[in-house]
């Protein structure tokens, strides 16, 4: 069992280990080095005691102080590795901790996306102090450009809200399209904000949507992004919104999940693991691209001074709900160090280890890590056959 003498010096030499370069983590005697570091009796099995050792060494701020992590969350992420249940963490379950979740805590591969930092929601037809929460959105371009400038993002995305003329969401285009007798609001009375039901198709059967002044019109000076926001050289762009019948907040679906941008195989493709949004408007895309982020299973963070929104209550219920979805927030002068795998919260570390249970959600058919899981649980029922 760990002794205070040999815990500490097993804490220097792992925090060795894990600020060692990204090449180290790739081999896989840093993985043994690592396994046999916090197996404090050097039986082969790390124990639960073992692995709050650990978790205390990975979840650390920029200072080097350890984050406190509560026992239930300790428990939680254990039973994800511990995958016979048998009480131990064996070396063969320590390739999936090592590999899927210690690997990506120490060095992740972050992509930052500016969500619709566009003219219209600045100072045009949808400018945001207009909203009730009468925000100014020209305040995000200090943090953004900030973020910009300072942190080595492996990959930046801007979206787009690039509607065509005949958009459903504009109330300017109420009379283009048949009301459904469900609706509360009918064509002639409909006020902006209001939600409208029309009938379908392509939404079958009614398209329910919420009223907006027209707004970033393919091509006009308002669906521009604003010209202070840096762009980065390989910055990659992400239009939404462009069929004439589908509204689309987020920047990875449209709001029914009918047609889907390229975000989410250009995060793939870059084997990007965390995704920190900002942008306009908090409550409405920016939320709904967090939430989709989640879905996938990226460790997602929102930063909260490089957003702004339409409604306060909005806001507020936007922050809770990605909250409740393990998202985490943050300011934007703390984005440095987490991108950097200086600062590395547990939160995150839990939302990685929630999503590699065996029945961890992998909305939009997205699992990345769920097959490594089965691999090792298979193996170890094969061995079990052969021993009995
Ligand atoms: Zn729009």
């Not at 396994?35 to 701020?61: I, S, Y």
């Not at 900002?278 to 895309?285: I, Q, R, S």
Request: aromatic share 8%; glycine share 6%.
């Amino acid at each position: 069992m760990t002794s205070a003498g040999s815990s500490a010096d097993t804490s220097v030499l792992v925090e060795g280990l894990l600020e060692i370069d990204a090449q180290f983590l790739q081999q896989t005697d840093s993985m043994e080095a690592c396994f046999k570091a916090f197996d404090a009796d050097r039986d082969g099995l790390m124990t639960p005691v073992d692995f709050a050792m650990l978790c205390r060494t990975l979840f650390r701020n920029q200072h080097g102080k350890a984050y406190t992590i509560e026992k239930k969350a300790l428990d939680d992420m254990f039973s994800v590795f511990d995958i016979n249940q048998d009480g131990y963490i064996d070396f063969q379950e320590f390739h999936l901790c090592w590999k899927h979740w210690i690997k990506p805590i120490v060095r992740p591969v972050s992509a930052l996306i500016v969500i619709d930092v566009q003219n219209d929601f600045i100072s045009g037809t949808l400018s945001l102090s207009n909203c009730p929460a009468q925000q100014n959105g020209i305040e995000v371009l200090k943090p953004i450009n900030t973020m910009l400038e300072t942190v080595p993002f492996e990959r930046v995305f801007y979206s787009l809200d690039w509607h065509p003329d005949d958009h459903v969401s504009f109330i300017e285009n109420v009379h283009l399209r048949k009301v459904h007798p469900s609706s509360k609001v009918s064509a002639s009375e409909a006020m902006v904000y209001d939600t409208i039901i029309y009938e379908g198709p392509p939404i079958n059967p009614v398209i329910v949507q919420k009223l907006w002044p027209r707004h970033c019109v393919q091509t006009s000076w308002g669906a521009e992004l604003h010209p202070d926001v840096r762009v980065i050289e390989n910055g990659v762009f992400i239009h939404k919104g462009t069929h004439p019948d589908i509204e689309s907040y987020s920047a990875f679906w449209d709001n029914n999940k009918i047609m889907q941008t390229k975000l989410f195989d250009a995060m793939k493709e870059n084997k990007i693991t965390d995704l920190y949004v900002c942008g306009l408007a908090y409550d409405v895309c920016v939320g709904a691209t967090a939430s989709h982020s989640l879905e996938y299973g990226f460790r997602t963070v929102l930063i909260e001074d490089a957003c702004r929104g339409v409604s306060m209550e909005d806001m507020g219920n936007t922050r809770q709900c990605l909250t409740d979805q393990l998202a985490l927030v943050v300011t934007s002068s703390e984005v440095l160090d987490m991108v950097q795998g200086r600062d590395r919260r547990p939160e995150l570390g839990y939302f990685r280890a929630m999503r590699l249970r065996p029945n961890g959600k992998s909305g939009g058919g997205c699992s990345p890590v769920a097959s490594p899981r089965d691999e090792i649980l298979q193996q170890q029922q094969q061995q079990q056959q052969h021993l009995s």
